[in-house]
Each structure stands twice: as structure tokens, then as C-alpha cells.
């Protein structure tokens, strides 16, 4: 997909008897010759969509690793029909998340991106931004987390290094790894939200969390809380949220993740009124384009990961 300078990390691994070839498409299999897909016996793929009818021109295929987490990507019917395993790489850049997840919610609590928007604008003044209730010290919040799994769990330790007091609704995790992380369980979402000034989502998308966290639910946040996503942009209904900012119950919110990325025409009202930068969401709303696993560290586990997995079908 050309997003690696060069394939050094895969050709290592896979060893001499295989051969790494990069397909430079941009933004479809169908990109690339037929000639260069005659020759594959695994291929990897970060954002591409892999369809029956272009599994169909992979005569040899074996195995398609997809680099990232979820299947959705890929005809996995077409695939097993042929025998053709499929994989995926469920963790990866699970400290990147994590940090992500708090520096949201800490850059919104202490009004970074207050201070920051201002310093555009005509008064520069500190007065001019003082006071607001999106401000807090951190030690006096509750931070709540939706889903204690490997982010989940990163976020729990360093929303803890903050002074934040930390709670968690997750109905999987069995009891006492809660314990070890020294935070406490909500039994229900609503006990969570109850308590939670930060709330940060950290399950995954599923047909249970598909808008898990609506209009009633915010509105059981308390006042002034703040909200950050960097899940999966279908958990968090943004037209409620948009709602809860402008009528003043929330204070803020993070987004890594929108319903759908990249945002289409027309665009969720809360896009629209942060691009047009209307007043009343000044220093109140962060948006990043899905991007908080990002780190060369966390590409390089990404590639080998990937191939190793790869190596494991077409090599052992
Ligand atoms: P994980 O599988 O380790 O943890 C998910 C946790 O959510 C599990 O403990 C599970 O029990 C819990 N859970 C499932 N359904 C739940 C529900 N209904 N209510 C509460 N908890 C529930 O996953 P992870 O590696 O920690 O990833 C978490 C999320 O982060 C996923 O949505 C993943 O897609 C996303 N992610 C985002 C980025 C990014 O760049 N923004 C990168 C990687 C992963």
C-alpha cells in the first residue's frame, strides 16, 4: 500500500526462499496487475478492502493477514471457500492508545486547548478564558473507563499517575485483575457514568456497543464531565453528544474516532460546528483523524507482527 519506505522488516523475517513485493495501490486491489498477483502466496494488507471478486485473481493465495484489528476488510466466506486462512492483529500500539486516551482528556481538563484556541484570537488575555468549567485539578475527578482490556487497562495506569481516582464497567473481566490495578468496578454502565467526570471508551465495536453510549447515557454523566473516544467512532452517538456540549451538561470531549472516517457529506453537526469553529465549542472539543496507535514504534510492531504471523503459514 506504499506506506513503508522499503520492506527490509518483511524480507528479514520471511528469510531468502521468499520473495516481498510491494504493491503500490493506492486505494484498490484492483490496482495492481494481474501478472504480480499470480505469484502471491500471502498477502498483507493494512487498509485495503479485499473483495471476492479480487481474491478471485490470486491463483496461489494461502494466508491474508490483516494488519489491524477486525476481519471486516476482507471476504472471509470467498476466503474459506479456497481454504485461504485469514488474520488479524488484535494488539498493537496498546501503550500509544492508552496515552492518547489520558493526554485527551488531560490537555481538555487543564485547558490546553483552551489557552491554545485563545492565543488565535483578538484577546489574548488569561482573564478572557478564567474561569471555565472544563478546567479541574485531576485529583479531584473520577476517571471511567468502558472496557478494561489491554488499552482499558494501560489507561486505568496512567489515568492513575494523574491523581485520578479510577473506576471501570467492563461485564467480561473477570474479578481481581481490577484489584491488581488498585481501581474500582462499577457493576452497571449507569453506576459508571454516575461517578465518571472523564469518561473513555476503550471496548470494541460490536452488535452490544453499536451506540452504547447515547443520550441517556451522557445526560447520566455528571455536569461538566468529559467525554473522549478512541475506540471505535459507532459506540458514541456525536448528534447526542453535540446536544450535551451546546445545552452546557458536558463540558468536553476527545474524538480519535467519528461514526465514519473520513467524515462524509453531510457532516455530523459537531464536525461541522468545530470546522466552522463556532464559539461555543472553543476549547471544549479535540477531533484527531484515528491516529492514537501512531508511533514508528508501534508501525514496527505492526510489520512484524504481521509477518511474523505470515512466516508461521508460509515458511514453518
Ligand atoms: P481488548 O479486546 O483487549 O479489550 C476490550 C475490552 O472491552 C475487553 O476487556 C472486553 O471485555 C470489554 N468489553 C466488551 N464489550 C463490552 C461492553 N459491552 N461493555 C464494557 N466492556 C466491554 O481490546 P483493546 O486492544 O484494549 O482495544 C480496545 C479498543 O481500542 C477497540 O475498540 C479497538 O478497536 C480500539 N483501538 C483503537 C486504536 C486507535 O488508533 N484509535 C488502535 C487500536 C485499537
Known amino acids: 500500500e506504499g506506506l513503508y519506505p522499503d520492506t527490509q522488516i518483511e524480507q528479514e523475517i520471511l528469510g531468502p526462499g521468499v520473495r516481498v513485493i510491494r504493491g503500490n495501490a493506492r486505494s484498490s486491489l484492483a490496482e495492481l496487475p494481474d501478472e504480480m ?31 489491524g484489528v477486525g476481519y471486516d476488510r476482507v471476504d472471509r466466506v ?30 481538555l481538563r487543564r485547558g490546553l486547548t483552551l489557552y491554545h484556541d485563545t492565543q488565535r484570537g483578538p484577546n489574548p488575555a488569561p482573564w478572557a478564558v478564567m474561569p471555565s468549567a472544563i478546567v479541574r485539578r485531576q485529583e479531584v475527578q473520577s476517571f471511567g473507563i468502558i472496557g478494561l482490556g489491554r488499552i482499558g487497562s494501560a489507561a486505568a495506569l496512567r489515568a492513575k499517575a494523574f491523581g485520578y481516582r479510577v473506576v471501570f464497567y467492563d461485564p467480561y473481566q473477570p474479578n481481581g485483575w481490577d484489584r491488581a490495578l488498585g481501581i474500582q468496578r462499577a457493576r452497571t454502565l449507569e453506576e459508571l457514568l454516575a461517578q465518571s467526570d472523564v469518561l473513555s471508551i476503550h471496548c470494541p465495536l460490536t452488535r452490544h456497543t453499536r451506540g452504547l453510549v447515547g443520550e441517556r447515557e451522557l445526560r447520566l454523566l455528571p455536569k461538566d464531565a468529559v467525554v473522549v473516544n478512541t475506540a471505535r467512532g459507532p459506540i458514541l452517538d456525536i448528534d447526542a453528544l453535540a446536544r450535551c456540549l451546546k445545552d452546557g451538561h458536558l463540558a468536553g470531549a476527545g474524538l480519535d474516532v467519528i461514526p465514519v472516517e473520513p467524515p462524509v457529506e453531510p457532516v455530523p453537526e459537531l464536525l461541522r460546528a468545530y470546522r466552522a469553529q463556532e464559539e461555543w465549542l472553543r476549547g471544549r472539543l479535540i477531533i484527531t483523524p484515528h491516529i492514537a496507535f501512531h508511533s514508528p514504534e508501534a508501525w514496527r510492531d505492526i510489520r512484524v507482527k504481521g509477518v511474523e504471523t505470515m512466516r508461521d503459514v508460509l515458511v514453518e
Open 37 to 67: 498477483l499470480a505469484e502471491v502466496d500471502g498477502l498483507m494488507t493494512l487498509r485495503m478492502w479485499v473483495p471476492a471478486e479480487q481474491i478471485a485473481r490470486f491463483p496461489k493465495l494461502k494466508v491474508v493477514v490483516r494488519m
Open 78 to 107: 470467498a476466503c474459506a471457500a479456497r481454504g485461504i486462512l485469514v488474520a488479524n492483529l488484535p494488539d498493537y500500539g496498546t501503550q500509544e492508545v492508552a496515552e492518547f486516551a489520558v493526554l485527551l482528556a488531560v490537555a
